[in-house]
T-cell receptor, first 117, second 109 residues
Framework: KAGVTQTPRYLIKTRGQQVTLSCSPI?????VSWYQQTPGQGLQFLFE???????NKGNFPGRFSGRQFSNSRSEMNVSTLELGDSALYLC????????????????FGAGSRLTVL | GEDVEQSLFLSVREGDSSVINCTYT??????LYWYKQEPGAGLQLLTY?????DMKQDQRLTVLLNKKDKHLSLRIADTQTGDSAIYFC?????????FGPGTRLSVLP
């Protein structure tokens, strides 16, 4: 069974540009969550999508947005990039997401490493 | 607010046991998780424990949960160089996963 696939794995942008990252979840998983990982802030929750709807959102500015398609694939977009947006962006999928009965196990992709110059 | 705490670094000798500690915030957390991150990779689920359990053992891994003190620990027996990684504990706070800062485990030969 294929895992969570994130593309691109690495990218370099300059300040002011925008970027779109893609995540293909495990087949059958309907929830996709995004996290930003930096050495200083650790893992921070960006947002979660379930059945094409944003269900939860972390404390990030509106420059960070996302969407989910009918096949559960998800994209996140960062506009007007800043140097501080340099990070590893991790996507995770799960069957149901959020608080659900049973252990809600997140399966992570390898991440997209964004460098902003 | 939510705050999961871990010590940042741990060094052990190969063959010794490693114990990684974590304190969490939400006493109503139903499940608590341990994830492992190797260099250049995403997070990989190691194990999780249901909140009505005190202990869970899975091969070389032992998880201990003290709900009263909101303390979670992960013990790795016979630690190997391949165990060198960052270990994250996590809880579900509200509807979101909250991860600790991660403990970087270094295994010395």
């Amino acid at each position: 069974k294929a895992g969570v696939t994130q593309t691109p794995r690495y990218l370099i942008k300059t300040r002011g540009q925008q970027v779109t990252l893609s995540c293909s979840p495990i087949s059958g998983h309907r929830s996709v969550s995004w996290y930003q990982q930096t050495p200083g802030q650790g893992l921070q929750f960006l947002f979660e999508y379930f059945s094409e709807t944003q269900r939860n959102k972390g404390n990030f500015p509106g420059r960070f947005s996302g969407r989910q398609f009918s096949n559960s694939r998800s994209e996140m977009n960062v506009s007007t990039l800043e140097l501080g947006d340099s990070a590893l962006y991790l996507c995770a999928s799960s069957l149901a997401g959020g608080v659900s009965s049973g252990a809600n196990v997140l399966t992570f992709g390898a991440g997209s490493r964004l460098t902003v110059l | 607010g939510e705050d999961v705490e871990q010590s940042l670094f741990l060094s052990v000798r190969e063959g010794d046991s490693s114990v990684i500690n974590c304190t969490y915030t939400d006493s109503s957390s139903t499940y608590l998780y341990w994830y492992k991150q190797e260099p250049g990779a995403g997070l990989q689920l190691l194990t999780y424990i249901f909140s009505n359990m005190d202990m869970k053992q899975d091969q070389r891994l032992t998880v201990l949960l003290n709900k009263k003190d909101k303390h979670l620990s992960l013990r790795i027996a016979d630690t190997q160089t391949g165990d060198s990684a960052i270990y994250f504990c996590a809880e579900i706070y509200g509807q979101n996963f909250v991860f600790g800062p991660g403990t970087r485990l270094s295994v010395l030969p």
